[in-house]
């Protein structure tokens, strides 16, 4: 079985008041065989929508490419927006070896909990992704089950993105499951009723500008 490890650790600015949230990316970022239009950084997929979202958002103009001056874009952007990046899976084992969440077998999570209790400034979990099964915010709800004190998320919102909140140490700290920034969920969006409105009014509009519209009240 392939033994798919992050290849990256946390990057947490000291200012950082929100957190992105994820799994894993893909294993060709554990064995280093990169593309040359990857970017060696989280979220660094050629085929990931995350940062094409945040560059049109932000008008950030990035770079998309193997080389450390796309790697310091991101994070500088990050930095200056208080924005770190934790996804919640350190490892996980694989039968075929490819990028589906479903696939990871025998899952180690990091300790998110203990990660907010050092950055006291976090006050928002974006999670890239949902409740499904091996999605960020299930990892996450299994997490808080294997922790032996008791946290619980309280629902704030069931509409998509869904938003939760819990307590910890006094301290509220929001949860919100943006849509999935990969291409896989672009069906998802497809059936969504707020997708359909919009393209009826406007046929150009894709399912990257329904992510800008979710995300930007979120960024």
């Known amino acids: 079985m392939f033994h798919h490890t992050h290849p ?88 075929k070896i490819d990028a589906s969440d479903l696939g990871m077998q025998e899952v180690k999570l990091r300790d998110l909990i203990g990660i907010l209790r050092k950055y006291k400034n976090v006050d928002t979990l974006l999670f890239t992704g949902g409740n499904s ?9 299994r997490h808080l089950k294997e922790l032996e004190e008791e946290i619980k998320l309280k629902v704030v919102s069931n509409e998509v993105p869904r938003v939760h909140q819990f307590i910890l140490d006094g301290r509220l700290i929001k949860t919100v499951s943006l849509t999935a920034p990969s291409g896989s969920a672009n069906r998802a969006i497809g059936s969504m009723q707020l997708y359909k409105s919009i393209k009826t009014k406007n046929p150009e509009f894709n399912t990257i500008d329904f992510r800008i519209l979710q995300y930007k009240g979120y960024f």
């Open 8 to 95: 990256y650790k946390p990057f947490i600015p000291k200012n950082a008041t929100k957190l992105i949230v994820g799994t894993l990316p893909p294993p060709r970022f554990t064995s280093g065989e990169l593309k040359p239009d990857d970017v060696n950084f989280c979220y660094g997929s050629r085929d990931g929508l995350l940062w094409p979202v945040l560059d049109k958002l932000f008008a950030l103009n990035l770079n998309y490419e193997n080389t450390e001056a796309a790697i310091i874009e991101r994070k500088e952007f990050l930095a200056k927006r208080g924005i770190g990046i934790c996804d919640v899976v350190e490892s996980s084992r694989r039968v």
């Open 133 to 141: 099964k091996n999605g960020p915010e299930y990892f996450f709800r």
